[in-house]
């Protein structure tokens, strides 16, 4: 009888205490997603995810790549369910702090959904077939009583970057023309609002002068200082405006700075732009929309928390940025800063994959296509790490949230995975993101024809 009694006993304990690194440990571990299509709008699947991030005020998704478009889709959907089912009001996305704002103008307005896009960017997110349905969701929501609120907190795109940076300099100037600068100092605002910004290799990085960038940089100080404490500017400006264009400026200032150090040093330029990053970021959610709850769209690698507790590997030994690579995981990134100042606030889900390819596909007589069309193949994970065992489970779609975990749960200690840059890193997953959403086949995205 004892031995029975001790049998049971020791059943129950491996059964609810002992987690083997299996597909059906995973499986007890996750939740099963059925679709990724933005028009699925049967929310039966992604119901769990409530009680999971219900105390968030920012949710990030994460992808891997820009080009993975199965992650495209199903952040499409994810917006849409977290707008409608969560309270969410706001995607922060990685671009332009200002030309996001500017955008929500655009996609109220009567202006075609083609260039309402490209206040964002030019020929990334708004030229993806896969993220057309978020804009088109927004704008059909400006129609409502609770907009789906555009905002940025990146560093400017060309070229709509310069109208943005010209834009917010030239409305100051409209409601308080005694701030106007002499023609000599406008001429070297105007130079510079044509040069920051292309680092991306959609236009020329220019150079500045040292004395010149001084020039504007004190001025766009004292021109910040007059609009916050000017006695002549409290009748011009609403505290709301003084609040926009303050922020308007300061992301004016980093950007010429991030500029500055592209021409200098990459490393550093990375380093500051998450700086930079987090800043932003903070500034949408304790100034510009606080209270409201945000969504993240960008790359999981600036997202991603405690960074210097991950080790990168490969057994790859001719590659070239490995050195790079591997002094990046002590970078603090934006997620480092964020989790530092608002905690648990954030709940970062990386996407990631095992197996399909990763690219642009273009239309046929698309004139880009030549020159920027591509397709990788991805490299299947190794056996053990998450996304082969997430493969075994014959699942298409897998959310394994990772904060709700208990300590002997092999999902808690330290593992290889693959995504942050499709790169084997080995890590304890739930001190670095909160969740895993889980495609088994990637696939390329897909470009829009060039009128949509």
């Given at each position: 009888?004892?031995?029975?009694?001790?049998?049971?006993?020791?059943?129950?304990?491996?059964?609810?205490?002992?987690?083997?690194?299996?597909?059906?440990?995973?499986?007890?571990?996750?939740?099963?997603?059925?679709?990724?299509?933005?028009?699925?709008?049967?929310?039966?699947?992604?119901?769990?995810?409530?009680?999971?991030?219900?105390?968030?005020?920012?949710?990030?998704?994460?992808?891997?790549?820009?080009?993975?478009?199965?992650?495209?889709?199903?952040?499409?959907?994810?917006?849409?369910?977290?707008?409608?089912?969560?309270?969410?009001?706001?995607?922060?996305?990685?671009?332009?702090?200002?030309?996001?704002?500017?955008?929500?103008?655009?996609?109220?307005?009567?202006?075609?959904?083609?260039?309402?896009?490209?206040?964002?960017?030019?020929?990334?997110?708004?030229?993806?077939?896969?993220?057309?349905?978020?804009?088109?969701?927004?704008?059909?929501?400006?129609?409502?009583?609770?907009?789906?609120?555009?905002?940025?907190?990146?560093?400017?795109?060309?070229?709509?970057?310069?109208?943005?940076?010209?834009?917010?300099?030239?409305?100051?100037?409209?409601?308080?023309?005694?701030?106007?600068?002499?023609?000599?100092?406008?001429?070297?605002?105007?130079?510079?609002?044509?040069?920051?910004?292309?680092?991306?290799?959609?236009?020329?990085?220019?150079?500045?002068?040292?004395?010149?960038?001084?020039?504007?940089?004190?001025?766009?100080?004292?021109?910040?200082?007059?609009?916050?404490?000017?006695?002549?500017?409290?009748?011009?400006?609403?505290?709301?405006?003084?609040?926009?264009?303050?922020?308007?400026?300061?992301?004016f200032y980093f950007d010429i700075e991030l500029n500055h150090l592209i021409n200098l040093n990459d490393e550093t330029f990375q380093l500051m732009r998450e700086k930079f990053m987090a800043d932003r970021m903070l500034w949408l959610i304790e100034k510009i929309?606080?209270?409201?709850?945000?969504?993240?769209?960008?790359?999981?690698?600036?997202?991603?928390?405690?960074?210097?507790?991950?080790?990168?590997?490969?057994?790859?030994?001719?590659?070239?940025?490995?050195?790079?690579?591997?002094?990046?995981?002590?970078?603090?990134?934006?997620?480092?800063?964020?989790?530092?100042y608002i905690g648990r606030k954030i709940y970062t889900i990386a996407f990631t994959t095992f197996q399909g390819e990763k690219g642009m596909v273009f239309p046929d007589d698309h004139p880009k296509k030549k020159d920027y069309e591509y397709t990788d193949k991805?490299?299947?994970?190794?056996?053990?790490?998450?996304?082969?065992?997430?493969?075994?489970?014959?699942?298409?779609?897998?959310?394994?949230?990772?904060?709700?975990?208990?300590?002997?749960?092999?999902?808690?200690?330290?593992?290889?995975?693959?995504?942050?840059?499709?790169?084997?890193?080995?890590?304890?997953?739930?001190?670095?993101?909160?969740?895993?959403?889980?495609?088994?086949?990637?696939?390329?995205?897909?470009?829009?024809?060039?009128?949509?």
């Open positions: 009888m004892n031995k029975i009694i001790f049998l049971l006993i020791a059943f129950f304990f491996i059964i609810n205490f002992c987690y083997p690194q299996t597909s059906e440990s995973l499986l007890r571990s996750s939740s099963i997603i059925k679709s990724i299509d933005p028009n699925d709008e049967d929310y039966t699947d992604l119901l769990p995810l409530k009680k999971k991030i219900e105390d968030a005020q920012i949710v990030v998704l994460g992808e891997i790549s820009h080009d993975d478009g199965a992650t495209l889709q199903a952040k499409s959907r994810l917006v849409k369910f977290l707008y409608k089912e969560m309270g969410f009001e706001v995607i922060a996305w990685e671009a332009g702090f200002i030309d996001c704002y500017y955008m929500n103008e655009a996609l109220r307005s009567e202006m075609p959904l083609k260039d309402a896009k490209k206040y964002m960017m030019n020929g990334g997110w708004d030229a993806s077939e896969y993220v057309n349905p978020v804009f088109d969701y927004a704008r059909k929501s400006w129609k409502t009583e609770r907009p789906l609120i555009m905002g940025g907190f990146d560093i400017g795109r060309p070229p709509r970057a310069i109208k943005s940076y010209l834009g917010v300099i030239d409305s100051i100037f409209t409601k308080a023309p005694w701030l106007k600068p002499a023609d000599s100092v406008y001429s070297r605002i105007d130079t510079c609002a044509k040069g920051v910004g292309g680092y991306l290799g959609n236009q020329l990085i220019k150079k500045f002068s040292k004395n010149g960038e001084r020039i504007i940089k004190f001025f766009i100080y004292s021109l910040m200082d007059s609009l916050t404490s000017g006695k002549k500017s409290s009748g011009a400006f609403s505290q709301s405006e003084k609040l926009r264009y303050s922020y308007f400026l300061r992301s929309y606080p209270g409201k709850k945000i969504i993240v769209w960008a790359t999981t690698a600036h997202f991603k928390r405690n960074s210097f507790l991950q080790t990168h590997l490969t057994d790859d030994k001719n590659i070239n940025d490995l050195s790079f690579y591997n002094k990046s995981a002590v970078f603090l990134q934006a997620g480092d800063y964020l989790d530092y991805i490299n299947e994970p190794e056996h053990g790490s998450y996304e082969a065992i997430a493969h075994e489970t014959e699942k298409e779609y897998l959310f394994t949230d990772l904060r709700s975990l208990r300590k002997n749960n092999w999902l808690s200690k330290e593992n290889v995975a693959y995504p942050v840059g499709y790169r084997k890193v080995n890590a304890k997953w739930n001190d670095v993101i909160d969740a895993f959403f889980f495609i088994d086949k990637m696939f390329p995205d897909k470009i829009l024809p060039i009128d949509k």
